[in-house]
């Protein structure tokens, strides 16, 4: 039976015993964090791959990085489990704006709230009374300089690691168990802490009840500005930076009271950023190979022993350490081949560009901004509803290289999860397969491009200028304008700039597609009218060989979407004249075409009822153009009549338009009017 004893630590290992506290190294602790949370399997460019909740929280959460998100699991999980990654450190490769030091910095923010909870709360001891020891002066607290943990102190207790195990199992009633546990992450104390602890032994003459009674356990501040548990060494030019303000340094002031020359305590510690986050935390090392080399040996040194070695005294620290680089620097790093020992500490990982369209839409929002945005005269701003789409194709476009097994269109929608004509994903895993295959990361999948924060100051540009604050609204074409401007001004790379050049044009013929389907139903009066008729083309080929299709071309069937029985009737003109503008000549071609849309059909409604086959560009395009002519005889006297208004009958159809824009398709009166304007000019025509 254990002695009930009132003291500290004693009170703090009966809290660790009860599952009131926990005792874990930092990899454990996130590890734990993460995998505690959701988890689910999702396709990533057409592999399986799992997607962890825990990033996808909150209001600015990460977005996309499923392989990258992956990698850095494992590898914290393999160190938590005592593999070779707890001695390396984890490096974020990748061109600048992909969201690198967004990934460490959101992570660190979950890893405090993590430790904010209970039993999570790191702990940390202090050793009191030590004016009465005589040789430190009027200092009488010292706290662990490296934030250690009550129970390295518990299995420092007694001269060897053995005598303080069977005192644990004796006094406080540990199992074998919660032993073999906390002893799996067995450290020596610090050196400052077991010198003072040494100190204390002696002064107390080998009594332990006595030695504890100079001991306090206190929590870890968990504030982001102290850079305690979480802590940022960002990297700085060659004159200011020095190995202290990683490791610390002698302390003049500690001199002053400290009569004992030999006591490790004269080193402060704390004035580095490594000793803040040595109790189980996380050091984020911006840019890292951007330091001098000096500084990136001392890394070397910290990465692989997981110690702070001043003068030969050591501290050893358990942090996980997290750095971030652009290719340019980590080449030029990979070239000075006498630098190869940092890099073998090093787990590399290659974040590229958000490559999804769909996702980035979401990234686009952030670019945006989610405050209401006003004018320069403070009149509200208002956004057109094609801007998110027009600026996110623009921007994924960049990023995704040309091939030549698919067009960069095929690629887009691949690479977003849809269907691209005869293509299947299969040949996108193969051009990125071939990719990867590149010694140069920059020529691999997703590693070029423009970045967030091009796609933020196309954004700012758009917003500056006078056509925007007249109109007091961000209309979709300018962003192509701004980030024409973008590409101008911030590519330095002929070829790279020639590509993004090249791939704008693309996104402008996609935009001119959308245009052409919202000015159909802006004049249908019917915010989902090309869906409707779009449906209505699937429905009707897969009912045109039903068995109980009679003379009348009616048929009946089951909406998936409500489970409501509807009627429909098959109209083999309109069937064909989407076929034909699909340049579906002969009547093989066509049934291969009907036939991959039922296909389509049985796979995707049965995961997601309300798939409406909107993502197949090339057949909402036919459905829009057949509309377009059929209905309005001809697009092209639809954009005569809306752009002759010297007859009232026009001048009524171009206000009803508006008016539905305006009304239901949230458009304002100036985008609606720019929208207009640019449906009735040949631009962007593919």
């Known amino acids: 039976m254990a002695e009930v004893t009132q003291n500290p630590l004693h009170n703090h290992l009966v809290a660790l015993k009860n599952g009131e506290r926990v005792f874990e190294n930092a990899f454990q602790g996130i590890t734990r964090m993460i995998l505690s949370d959701e988890i689910e399997k999702v396709v990533a460019n057409g592999r399986t791959t799992y997607d962890f909740k825990i990033f996808r929280r909150g209001k600015k959460h990460i977005i996309g990085l499923y392989d990258e998100i992956n990698s850095f699991v494992s590898y914290v999980k393999d160190a938590a489990e005592g593999g070779s990654s707890k001695e390396m450190a984890y490096v974020l490769v990748g061109e600048p704006g992909n969201g690198k030091t967004f990934f460490v910095e959101y992570v660190s923010r979950l890893y405090r709230e993590f430790l904010a909870v209970d039993p999570n709360h790191k702990c940390t001891f202090r050793f009191n009374g030590l004016d009465k020891i005589g040789t430190y002066g009027k200092i009488a607290t010292i706290e662990s300089q490296t934030y250690e943990d009550p129970c390295i102190l518990a299995m420092n207790l007694l001269e060897t690691p053995e005598e303080s195990r069977g005192y644990l199992a004796r006094k406080i009633g540990l199992s074998d168990e919660q032993l073999d546990g906390m002893y799996v992450n067995y450290r020596p104390l610090g050196a400052c802490s077991g010198y003072i602890w040494n100190d204390i032994r002696q002064y107390c003459q080998g009594k332990i009840t006595d030695m504890l009674g100079f001991v306090d356990i206190i929590p870890v501040p968990l504030t982001e500005s102290l850079g305690t548990i979480t802590g940022k060494y960002p990297a700085k030019d060659k004159i200011t930076s020095s190995a202290v303000d990683l490791l610390g340094e002698e302390s003049i002031q500690r001199l002053l009271h400290i009569t004992d020359t030999n006591n490790p305590y004269r080193f402060d510690l704390r004035r580095g950023a490594l000793a803040r986050v040595a109790g189980g935390g996380i050091h984020f090392s911006d840019e890292m190979f951007k330091n001098k080399k000096d500084l990136v040996q001392v890394y070397l040194g910290v990465i692989q022993n997981r110690t702070i070695e001043i003068d030969g005294y050591k501290w050893p620290i358990d942090t996980l350490i997290i750095a971030t680089s652009n290719n340019s620097e980590f080449n030029r790093f990979l070239a000075e081949k006498e630098e190869a020992p940092i890099v073998d500490r090093c787990r590399i990982s290659y974040i590229s560009h958000n490559t999804n369209y769909k996702l980035q839409t979401a990234l686009t929002q952030y670019a945006v901004g989610s405050e209401t945005k006003t004018t320069l005269m403070r009149e509200e701003l208002h956004q057109d509803p094609n801007l998110n789409y027009a600026a996110s194709t623009a921007a994924v476009l960049t990023r995704l290289p040309h091939s030549e097994k698919l067009t960069p269109i095929e690629t887009m929608k691949l690479a977003a999860g849809e269907v691209a004509g005869e ?241 239901k398709l949230n458009y304002c009166r100036t985008c609606a009017q720019k929208t207009i304007e640019y449906f009735c000019t040949q631009e962007d025509e593919n």
């Open 423 to 663: 293509k299947s994903i299969k040949a996108l895993a193969e051009v990125i397969d071939t990719l990867s295959q590149d010694t140069d990361i920059t020529n691999r999948f997703g590693q070029r491009g423009l970045g967030q924060r091009n796609l933020g100051r196309a954004i700012q540009l758009m917003i500056e200028s006078s056509e925007t604050n007249e109109g007091r609204c961000m209309f979709a074409y300018d962003v192509f304008k701004a980030i024409d401007r973008v590409i101008l001004d911030y590519v330095n790379e002929p070829n790279d700039r020639a590509k993004y050049l090249s791939d704008l044009k693309i996104a402008r013929g996609l935009y001119r597609e959308r245009i052409m389907t919202e000015m159909f139903n802006a004049y249908m009066d019917e915010p989902q009218a090309i869906r409707k008729d779009v449906m209505n083309y699937v429905n009707m080929i897969i009912g045109i060989d039903a068995e109980q299709l009679g003379q009348d071309k009616m048929w009946k069937y089951k909406d998936p979407q409500t489970g409501e029985l509807k009627a429909l009737k098959v109209d083999e003109r309109f069937i064909h004249s989407i076929e034909e503008r699909l340049q579906l000549k002969t009547d093989e071609q066509r049934e291969t075409f009907r036939t991959s849309i039922r296909k389509i059909y049985g796979q995707k409604i049965s995961l997601d009822p309300n798939y409406d086959f909107m993502d197949n560009l090339e057949l909402v395009k036919a459905v829009t153009d057949v509309r377009l002519k059929s209905d309005i005889a001809g697009a092209g006297s639809l954009i005569g009549a809306l752009a002759n208004r010297t007859n009232e009958e026009n001048q009524k159809l171009y206000d009803r338009m508006i008016d539905t824009m305006f009304n």
